[in-house]
């Protein structure tokens, strides 16, 4: 039921652009293998690793996000979390069981999910309303419902093997290269070496540049579908006043094309603007 479900979210339009780099990561893990099997096999099992508990502990230790320790806390956040579930739930039952609220030391206000059991609030959001913070639980439970972390992590675990085995290619022909100027004693060897490698590390370079652009696409377009979960849950008002809150504390900076070609979030007053007609035509 679960690879059903999230095989008909990675071919929806709006996920397209992970679907392309996850097609493109796959064929070259493929090439770096040079064995179909084994390039797939790998990449399978070390999914399979990052969707276990295993990979969401290790998530949860890269990311800092620690488990509720202190009284205050654990009082008043785990009702919040409990009843922003329920709505949850019910308007998404696929939703995981046992999902678990965490808290990092970040002292920004903001929140995410990540894995498929795991939220994490920074501790910046404790000065923030109860109605504010169940708001952003809420639309981060839309992340979990459509499997939008999934997705990301399945980009992630082919980046790694790819980044990999990009090093190990990289150390691999540099000390051949340099082994083989010091036999020969060539200093145009040496050069070509030192060439070869710049090449590598540039197409390294521009593969994740590419990448970016394809994954930040669709992760734009999934911030949509995360308002209207939490628009859903009956949060539609109360996250148009958290946009516009989010929005007056960023810093004001350029934005170029790269920027917004590699931002994961759209502008919030595009965003408000959806949820705004979603609100008139409820």
């Excluded at 095989?7 to 090439?31: E, H, M, S």
């Excluded at 998530?59 to 800092?64: D, I, T, W």
């Excluded at 419902?145 to 990009?166: P, Q």
Aim: net charge positive; charged share 20%.
């Amino acid at each position: 039921m679960y690879i059903l479900d999230f095989g008909k979210r990675l071919i929806q339009k709006r996920n397209i652009g992970i679907t392309i780099y996850l097609i493109l990561n796959t064929l070259l893990v493929i090439i770096l293998f040079q064995d179909v099997l084994l390039g797939v096999g790998l990449y399978l099992l070390s999914l399979v690793i990052a969707l276990s508990p295993i990979g969401e502990w290790i998530l949860r230790v890269q990311q800092g996000c620690k488990k509720l320790e202190r009284k205050e806390h654990i009082e008043r956040l785990e009702p919040l979390f409990r009843e922003v579930y329920a709505k949850a739930k019910q308007v998404n039952p696929s939703i995981p069981d046992n999902i678990r609220l965490f808290i990092s030391n970040d002292p920004s206000p903001n929140a995410f999910a990540t894995g498929r059991k795991t939220i994490c609030l920074t501790r910046g959001l404790l000065n923030w309303s109860d109605d504010e913070i169940k708001t952003i639980l809420a639309y981060e439970f839309g992340h979990l419902a459509n499997k939008d972390t999934d997705l990301i992590l399945l980009v992630a675990v082919g980046n790694m093997i790819v980044s990999v085995m990009f090093v190990i290619y990289r150390l691999f022909a540099t000390f051949v290269g340099i082994m083989f100027s010091f036999a020969s004693r060539s200093i145009g060897a040496l050069l070509m070496t030192f060439l070869i490698d710049v090449i590598l590390v540039a197409l390294m370079w521009l593969w994740t540049k590419f990448g970016t652009v394809l994954v930040m696409y669709s992760s734009r377009q999934n911030e949509y579908e995360a308002d209207r979960f939490a628009f859903q849950c009956g949060f539609g008002h109360a996250l148009i006043c958290a946009l516009d809150r989010f929005n007056e504390m960023e810093t004001i900076a350029s934005k170029g094309l790269w920027a917004n070609l590699a931002s994961s979030h759209p502008e919030p007053d595009q965003r408000i603007g959806k949820l705004q007609r979603l609100m008139a035509g409820a």
